[in-house]
């Protein structure tokens, strides 16, 4: 199966993040054929700063690189370097309804939160994601819930290409993880964890030791005491112990079990050591590679040169279909 996915350079990553994308793609990059991109063009679609962008590259390449995607198993590369991601866009742009594009949930919600940066990029954001798997012939999408619709009007652009020019593309399938398809902040359980906004809510995958605990210890709960897996009526709860059990391995059922009958704060000392230990190997990781920017470099332009190979066939094909040559 070939696998695309892809996370924007906007700041550093969090353990939703991890949960949701990059834990299955440590997985898939075992059995199948994976590409995954730093997506820059994405982006600079919300208010950001040009001088800290190379920085933020880096920095989400050494984050992959640390968690575990290793370079020889798959294609590691940043989206603007493989300038054929844009020109699809364009093309698919020039098939797409601007109302499909207006009702997506993530555009309304970026809006919202930016009212003084709704720019045409952000609007046409789901194309230029669109393009990025459809270049790459993809069958699997990784991602966590949030992104769900946008693979699916990835396929809806696939279909009506494919309806109209003749079979060009593959319909790609979004993979979404069983549990931590959308991890929620520790502040405000009913709102998803983000990089951007309220650091406090959200654990980055690098986090010092001392944070982890801080940022735990303060973690909104529910009232009553009682560790039980309940979204609608305990959501702080609920969304620690499937923190704890993606990253301790052990069922929910098992985690209600182990801490029947002893309280929130014990149960939350011990997810507090559960993350410290599943995150040291990272954060040691990612010192070394700190170090070594020139292979982190050397990395992405050999990904960039192996995705440009594909994503300049599908394209000529594209133009080829589409009369432009
Ligand atoms: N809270 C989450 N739970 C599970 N999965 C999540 N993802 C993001 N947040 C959660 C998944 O991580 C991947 C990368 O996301 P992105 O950087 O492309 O943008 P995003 O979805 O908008 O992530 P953030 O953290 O909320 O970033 P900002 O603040 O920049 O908008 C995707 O697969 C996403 O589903």
New binding site residues.
């Given amino acids: 199966m070939r696998v695309f996915?892809?996370?924007?350079?906007?700041?550093e990553?969090?353990?939703?993040?991890?949960?949701?994308?990059?834990k299955q793609w440590i997985e898939l990059q075992e059995k199948n054929e994976c590409i995954f991109c730093i997506?820059d063009l994405?982006?600079i679609t919300?208010p950001y700063q040009p001088e800290r962008l190379q920085e933020n590259i880096m920095n989400l390449a050494i984050a992959y690189l640390a968690a575990g995607l290793n370079p020889e198993r798959c294609i590691l590369f940043v989206q603007s370097q493989v300038k054929e991601h844009t020109e699809l866009a364009w093309l698919l742009g020039t098939m797409t309804p601007i109302g499909e594009l207006q009702r997506m949930t993530?555009f309304k919600e970026?809006k919202k939160k930016h009212p003084e940066y709704v720019n045409a990029g952000l609007l046409n954001y789901p194309l230029l994601m669109a393009s990025d798997i459809l270049l790459y012939q993809t069958d699997l999408v990784?991602?966590?819930?949030?992104?769900?619709q946008h693979v699916e009007l990835t396929r809806e652009i696939a279909r009506r290409f494919n309806k109209r020019f003749g079979k060009t593309f593959k319909e790609p399938e979004v993979l979404l993880?069983k549990i931590?398809?959308?991890?929620?902040?520790l502040q405000n359980p009913k709102k998803?964890?983000?990089?951007?906004?309220d650091p406090q809510g959200?654990i980055e995958l690098f986090e010092k030791p001392e944070e982890i605990k801080n940022k735990i210890m303060a973690a909104v709960t529910d009232p009553g005491r009682e560790i039980k897996y309940d979204p609608k009526k305990k959501p702080g709860i609920s969304n620690l112990l499937t923190i704890y059990s993606l990253f301790s391995g052990k069922s929910i059922k098992e985690l209600e079990g182990d801490f029947k009958g002893r309280g929130y704060e014990e149960f939350k000392k011990s997810l507090i050591k559960v993350l410290i230990n599943y995150l040291e190997p990272f954060r040691q990781k990612r010192k070394r590679l700190l170090k070594r920017e020139t292979f982190i470099k050397e990395i992405l332009n050999q990904g960039a040169k192996k995705a440009r190979l594909i994503a300049q066939s599908t394209l000529e094909n594209v133009r080829k279909k589409m009369g432009l040559i």
């Avoid at 996915?5 to 700041?11: A, H, L, V």
């Avoid at 998803?192 to 906004?197: A, F, N, V």
């Fill in positions: 996915s892809g996370i924007r350079p906007t700041g990553l969090h353990i939703g993040n991890y949960l949701g994308a990059i997506v994405h982006a919300t993530q970026k990784p991602v966590g819930k949030d992104q769900k993880p931590g398809e959308k991890i929620m902040s998803k964890m983000s990089k951007t906004d959200c």
